[in-house]
């Protein structure tokens, strides 16, 4: 096989709560993830020359070195140079349905896909464990974007521990597609709004850890109770990034009050996104929010909840 197609599934975050600085710069998080069916389309093929070429139909994406697929790309690249030369460069096509700039891991996901995808190329024979490593030299959210599913995310994000699935629920999720917000731009605002409140994270840090696995959010998974899952649902950033966007705040309290489980901002936003019981109430709320709303700048996703990030797909 010289081609593989894969699925790479967007993310939210059912709780996110930051807990401290960590000594790598970044920040210590307590997290639940959960994969949703929004996806991205990739294309992973064998080329007879040394290169790594992507392809990218959003223009936003770039399609350069910079770009986190490409890069996954060059991480194997760099770690298994005789496989690159037995089997050939690689040509990557990315299909993209997953908003950019919108908190959903999107670029994650795609960087995971192709770790999936080039592992099969080369025949690498990497175990998950394995990839989750090499994903997170890459970002954060690589790791849980090879597992997928239901898990906790520790550490910067990338420690995973996977729940049981709960995939009967559905998302609506929102967002106004003109406006991305940068990820450290939303950390860094935290910190320079909340770093009074951290703790420290080596005396503290595991005791948040085991506050979430025994927590009422686990809990309610565990439970597959839908109600007390959206009851549940937290996430620190948005202090600041609902505080500093007015219209995102307008979009949450619309989403809220249209019915649902629950609604909240998801990782560093501003997709905003409310929990459904079913696909029938999940439609009807969309509707709802688009007819309260009316601008043609907003765009509404219905997706299941999903038991796996990366698939390969026919
Ligand atoms: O890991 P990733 O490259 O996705 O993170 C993007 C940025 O988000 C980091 O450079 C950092 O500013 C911020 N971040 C953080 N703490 C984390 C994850 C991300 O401060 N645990």
């Not at 290169?51 to 990218?56: A, G, H, P, S, T």
Request: proline share 4%; hydrophobic share 45%.
């Amino acid at each position: 096989m010289h081609s593989y197609s894969l699925l790479a599934a967007a993310k939210i975050n059912l709780y996110l709560e930051v807990v401290g600085d960590r000594p790598d710069g970044y920040h210590e998080l307590v997290m639940v993830m959960q994969s949703i069916g929004l996806a991205d389309r990739l294309t992973i093929r064998s080329l007879n020359s040394a290169d790594i070429r992507l392809q990218c139909d959003h223009p936003q994406v770039p399609g350069d070195a910079s770009n986190l697929a490409h890069r996954a790309a060059a991480l194997l690249q760099n770690r298994f140079p005789q496989a690159m030369k037995q089997h050939g460069g690689v040509e990557i096509t990315i299909q993209k349905n997953i908003p950019v700039g919108a908190g959903l891991a999107g670029g994650s996901a795609d960087a995971a896909a192709v770790l999936v995808g080039v592992d099969m190329l080369w025949q690498l024979g990497l175990t998950q464990i394995e990839l989750q490593t090499l994903g997170a030299e890459l970002g954060s959210d690589v790791p849980f974007c090879i597992s997928g599913g239901t898990a906790i995310a520790t550490g910067r994000g990338e420690q995973i521990d996977s729940l049981q699935g709960i995939e009967q629920f559905y998302v609506v999720l929102a967002k106004y597609s003109s406006l991305t917000i940068s990820t450290p731009w939303a950390y860094q605002a935290y910190r320079r709004a909340f770093a009074a409140t951290y703790v420290d994270v080596n005396t503290a840090g595991q005791t948040r850890r085991e506050a979430l696995h025994s927590g009422p959010m686990v809990a309610a998974i565990y439970h597959q109770d839908g109600p007390d899952i959206g009851h549940h649902l937290h996430n620190d950033l948005e202090k600041v990034v609902l505080t500093q966007h007015a219209q995102v705040q307008a979009l949450k309290d619309a989403m809220a009050a249209s019915g649902g489980l629950g609604t909240l901002m998801s990782g560093s936003g501003p997709t905003v996104f409310t929990l459904a019981a079913t696909r029938t109430e999940a439609e009807a709320i969309a509707a709802q929010v688009r007819s309260q709303l009316s601008d043609p700048d907003l765009e509404l996703w219905v997706a299941p909840f999903v038991s796996t990030s990366v698939q390969f797909s026919p």
